[in-house]
């Protein structure tokens, strides 16, 4: 599976911007799929997952409320809709996919990885 992020920019505070990550491949719909993020000098965090149904999502505690994960297999593409941005939310984007029915909050779980896109938030 490939993969290409993109959809980032820049927002002030308060703002939304949706992301979108297009997968390459017959194989996506056995995929689960993540979106991680990393600031400047931080190590890369989770910050949602979708599993292969759709069904079942995780959402890191600082996004919880704020940011939705969603897929839409036909189109071989998984969404990350942020609302009410932040200037902590500042950081490249990237998505991922695993191949396993779950998603995962762990990095090393995900073996695919796209490019990543830059998200900046002004306050």
């Known amino acids: 599976v490939q993969l290409q992020a993109y959809g980032g920019g820049l927002v002030q505070a308060g703002g939304y911007l949706s992301l979108s990550c297009a997968a390459s491949?017959?194989?996506?719909?056995?995929?689960?799929l993540g979106w991680f993020r990393q600031a400047p000098g931080k190590e890369r965090e989770f910050v949602a997952a979708?599993?292969?149904?759709?069904?079942?999502?995780l959402t890191a505690d600082s996004v919880k409320g704020r940011f939705t994960i969603s897929r839409d297999n036909a189109k071989n593409t998984v969404y990350l809709q942020m609302n009410s941005l932040k200037p902590e939310d500042s950081a490249v984007y990237y998505c991922?996919?695993?191949?396993?029915?779950?998603?995962?909050?762990?990095?090393?779980?995900?073996?695919?990885w796209g490019q990543g896109t830059l998200v900046t938030v002004s306050s």
């Open positions: 979708i599993n292969r149904g759709g069904d079942s999502i």
């Open positions: 491949g017959r194989t996506f719909g056995i995929h689960s």
């Open positions: 991922a996919a695993r191949q396993s029915a779950w998603g995962s909050r762990i990095i090393r779980d995900y073996r695919y």
